[in-house]
């Protein structure tokens, strides 16, 4: 039978379930078990230090230096986030409705091993899964399940890889469906996220300050009606995955240190049509709005260059997804649903 297939019809003999069935969750999304075990990678292929045991042991010293990358470093990085774009896309390509986020993690699991690359997200502080999932209210860390994704949603993926000992890391956030890109509000919170990346990047420069791009994205959110999720930031990434610096995305933030040629780092806005407040499932990972505002985001891994920067995972000519325009209004506009925070 083919994966695609079996992808939309699972088996009768499986028992789907809630696990949190007396969890007050805060919105309309249900997470699907049971998971599939945990896929493996062959031994052939380097793995990072947290495959066994899911600790990534990081010397403090090493989460507190930036690292500065010489050439052939930072042809490592250019090839990992190379092949982090190829499986992105791959998966893309695959997003409609009735696909299970399982049927992505597959798909982005075994684009990785294809290339003789470690997903990076795999045991990573023992996540479950190759590739992060998070539909409609999830900001981020949603686990692949049965869920099958619904026309009308939105979802973004996360993609990871680690090879020849460097991380390459990077996420968009795509539509589900014809009804799911005429949604304004979808489109809304959809193209924020994007502008606000795009915007954040065209600042980063030597001598940026990292606590900068939160003034460019907070300003940029707020023209078009939306928050700034502000829990999670960006960060350094080279040989290890979540190295300093940090890189929030909220205006008036303290982060410390500037930006300096060589420097490899992501940015990646996490944006909510109402509050900017999250809580989390009892996974222990799916990050979630209060409100159960629907969120989007976007991830680029950066290269800090002698004038400004190169964009390590940037979109090719034929990726999938990319901007939409808001639909035009209708005789009866359907009012938003989602709640503005007020505080």
Request: with cysteine.
């Amino acid at each position: 039978m083919p994966l695609e297939h079996k992808a939309v019809h699972k088996s009768s003999s499986t028992a789907l379930y809630n696990p949190f069935p007396k969890y007050n969750f805060t919105g309309p999304l249900r997470p699907i078990y049971p998971l599939s075990p945990r896929r493996e990678v062959p031994k052939s292929i380097p793995h990072p230090a947290w495959a066994s045991d899911g600790d990534p042991k990081y010397k403090w010293a090493a989460k507190n230096n930036i690292a500065i990358l010489d050439k052939k470093q930072q042809d490592g990085m250019r090839k990992v986030c190379r092949l982090g774009r190829e499986v992105l896309d791959i998966a893309a390509r695959g997003l409609k409705p009735g696909v299970t986020t399982e049927h992505l993690d597959e798909v982005v699991h075994n684009a990785c091993i294809e290339r003789n690359a470690y997903p990076s997200p795999l045991n990573y502080y023992h996540f479950p899964k190759s590739l992060c999932t998070s539909v409609n209210e999830v900001i981020c860390h949603g686990i692949p399940d049965q869920r099958m994704l619904l026309e009308g949603d939105i979802i973004n993926l996360d993609v990871s890889l680690y090879h020849e000992g460097f991380h390459g890391d990077l996420n968009e956030t795509y539509y589900v469906g014809a009804k799911s890109s005429a949604n304004p509000d979808n489109v809304r919170v959809v193209e924020a996220a994007r502008e606000c990346l795009d915007e954040a990047i065209k600042i980063v420069k030597p001598g940026m300050a990292f606590k900068a791009p939160g003034n460019v994205i907070e300003k940029h959110a707020k023209s078009k009606k939306c928050s700034v999720i502000t829990t999670y930031c960006g960060h350094g990434i080279n040989m290890l995955f979540h190295p300093a610096p940090n890189i929030p995305h909220y205006a008036k933030n303290k982060a410390v240190g500037i930006a300096k040629p060589g420097m490899t780092f992501t940015i990646e806005p996490m944006i909510s049509l109402g509050t900017y407040r999250d809580t989390t499932w009892p996974d222990e990972w799916t990050s979630v709005t209060q409100d159960g505002s629907r969120t989007a985001q976007f991830e680029h891994t950066l290269l800090v260059t002698e004038d400004g920067c190169e964009v390590l995972t940037a979109r090719i000519e034929n990726s999938p997804g990319g901007p939409v325009q808001m639909p035009e209004p209708t005789e009866h506009p359907e009012k938003s649903t989602a709640k503005k925070d007020a505080s």
